[in-house]
């Protein structure tokens, strides 16, 4: 089995692609509703609620974590991923995967507050592509829209287009928040057909997937299973608007505070 997490609905966009990959492997995919968003937080919540997510899914037994938060990942570049069993796929590491594997250059980072402040993607894409520019632009409210259900329309195309607006003579945009690519559509119809968006969820399922085959983890019966500590009622009908294809069981956890 493989364990998910993110702040909320962001991740079902890594869990779709990883599922694309490894149909048969049982997924764990928990979101932390409860402290949504995770873009205004302090490292210092950031940091505990990573801890206690990772340690949830490690306790739980899965055979690797699959980190669908950037904004987790932005903390364990500057802390730490905490010791757990099973090994991490790191979401940041594939998306400077992602941009080294694009040639390109200019890079655009649209990510949370608290991704953008960690400066992690600029360290993470200048390790592997030593001569690019990298801006990052922290996009408060892109999140909370996609928490709410807004994804067409007049609202989330202007969101998108105010929080684009700081990336200037880009040739790629990475969408370095996992809640993103629910409004790649605004993304597109913003920034036309010459800037590449680069979603790292693609690479991010792809590193799983070598890491199931080189680590032998075995398949099972294909079940997902979605936890929320937020609105049960919500989080399941969100997740059949947002992932039609998705046969998922869906349940509550208490939330820890934080
Ligand atoms: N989806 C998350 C990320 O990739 C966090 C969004 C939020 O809760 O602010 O960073």
């Known amino acids: 089995m493989l364990g998910l997490f993110d ?8 869990l779709r692609r990883v599922r694309e990959l490894l149909p048969k492997h049982d997924l764990l995919y928990f979101a932390d509703q409860a402290h949504v968003p995770y873009g205004e937080r302090t490292p210092a919540q950031l940091l505990a609620l990573m801890r206690h997510n990772v340690a949830w899914l490690d306790q739980a ?31 940041i590491e594939s998306a400077a995967i992602a941009v080294e594997r694009s040639g390109l250059l ?24 030593p001569f690019a520019q990298v801006v990052e632009v922290g996009a408060p409210a892109l999140a909370p829209l996609v928490e709410a259900g807004k994804l067409h329309g007049a609202e989330p195309a202007q969101a998108v287009a105010q929080a684009c607006a700081g990336l200037r003579d880009v040739d790629a945009v990475v969408l370095g928040c996992t809640h993103y690519p629910l409004l790649s559509a605004h993304f597109e119809a913003y920034f036309g057909p010459y800037v590449h968006l680069i ?60």
């Open 7 to 14: 702040s909320g609905l962001g991740g079902l966009t890594v």
């Open 61 to 91: 037994g899965v055979d690797a974590i699959v980190p669908a938060c950037n904004t987790s990942c932005a903390m364990a570049l500057e802390f730490g991923w905490p010791a757990t069993r099973a090994p991490v796929v790191d979401l």
């Open 106 to 129: 200019r890079i655009g980072v649209l990510a949370t507050t608290a991704t953008a402040r960690s400066g992690a993607y600029r360290r993470r894409i200048l390790e592997r592509v």
């Open 199 to 258: 979603d790292p969820a693609a690479v991010q399922a792809s590193r799983t997937a070598e890491l199931v085959a080189s680590l032998g983890i075995s398949a099972g019966e294909g079940r997902v299973q979605c936890v929320t500590n937020g609105d049960l009622e919500r989080f399941a009908s969100n997740i059949e608007a947002l992932a039609a294809d998705l046969t998922a069981a869906v349940r509550y956890l208490e939330p820890v505070s934080g």
